[in-house]
């Protein structure tokens, strides 16, 4: 790979005035969240508004779950709490931000893998933040499986069509996938090793690494189902393979990477609700609790099967151990593939 990993370039720019109305269903999803806590809970709710940070754009798989959460919440305390929308800087903005309001202990974060695990490892200090010593997780949501698509016309229709016309290109292929350090990003980078092939990331802003898929100016590209719905019921890309070990539902036939003949492949995507390290424990308690009931709504599991997630919930103590065993992960699997 010919590409620099020293900063991860600029995410998607402030979203606009007009998603108020979503900032303020999210809002009322943090009221609910607290709105019965005690001790430490509501003194930080009492002492300033509860600050919930998210470095996504309006329209993503979190955003839908957000929105989701906020339909199950009744209304009359979102003046309480505010949504900040922090984008740049590939989400390390965003984690300095919660991090710089830990005194307060009323700032949360909504969080991928990517920005938990892998950032941290190639962005470094004074810039960059620490995930084992900055932030804890209050609970992990749901895991992000990514696909593998390409332009509808293609050579390629599989992993082995893939990897015969790397290797038989005069020149290494190119795929899109999000900035350097990103779930899908890493995923890519762990394909090509398991394919024994070599092509150049192109880091993009999504979704415009999508769009300029399925205008056939790329090899291949690997995003989320959320993403490439729109491209794929048109038929403008083609899946090549789920890269998971168990299919979707919502793509019943499309194989995995075991099921092609190539393995396992245990990397996937997650998100999850953080908070800083500082925070007091009663208020991480009632988010854990509040969150833990909805996810028992069948309903409400919908959501995460409409935007291509995978519900996955775990628990404050859980996802401990879960983000500590996954950043470690990280940490072996970026210097495998000569990142960190």
């Known amino acids: 790979m010919k590409e620099s990993w020293d900063v991860r370039r600029e995410m998607n720019s402030e979203v606009n005035q007009g998603l108020s109305s979503r900032r303020s269903a999210i809002a009322r999803l943090m009221a609910m969240l607290v709105a019965s ?8 709710a009492a002492a300033a508004p509860v600050t919930l940070v998210v470095p996504f754009s309006a329209g993503s798989a979190v955003d839908m779950v957000g929105r989701k959460l906020a339909q199950l919440m009744p209304d009359g305390q979102a003046d309480a709490f505010h949504v900040q929308n922090v984008t740049g800087g590939g989400g390390v903005i965003a984690v300095n931000e919660v991090i710089k309001r830990q005194a307060l202990g009323n700032t949360l974060l909504m969080a991928t893998s990517g920005l938990i695990c892998n950032t941290p490892h190639l962005v ?18 749901a895991n992000v499986p990514m696909l593998l698509v390409a332009h509808k016309n293609s050579k390629a229709n599989n992993l082995a069509q893939l990897q015969v016309l790397a290797q038989q290109s005069g020149q290494p292929l190119t795929y899109a996938a999000e900035d350097i350090g990103s779930a899908n990003h890493i995923a890519g980078e762990l394909l090509l090793k398991r394919l024994q092939v070599q092509a150049t990331h192109v880091p993009y802003r999504s979704p415009q690494g999508v769009v300029d898929l399925a205008a056939d100016r790329l090899s291949f590209g690997i995003n989320s189902w959320k993403n490439l ?14 890269l998971s070990n168990t299919r979707m539902k919502n793509l019943p036939n499309s194989p995995t990477v075991q099921e092609q003949g190539f393995g396992r492949f245990d990397h996937e995507g997650w998100i999850g609700l953080f908070v800083a390290k500082e ?34 919930y775990r628990n404050h103590e859980e996802s401990k151990l879960f983000v500590a065993s996954e950043i470690k992960k990280s940490k072996d699997v970026l210097h495998s593939i000569g990142m960190a």
């Open 37 to 44: 806590g005690s001790g430490a809970a509501k003194l930080a």
């Open 124 to 141: 470094k200090a004074p810039t960059g933040f620490s995930t084992a010593t900055d932030l804890v997780p209050i609970c992990t949501l």
């Open 229 to 242: 719905a729109p491209f794929l019921e048109r038929g403008d890309l083609k899946v090549l393979s789920v």
């Open 279 to 312: 925070a007091p424990f009663g208020f991480i308690r009632e988010c854990e609790q509040k969150i833990e009931s909805y996810l028992k709504d069948p309903d409400f599991k919908d959501i995460f099967v409409n935007v291509g997630l995978i519900p996955a």
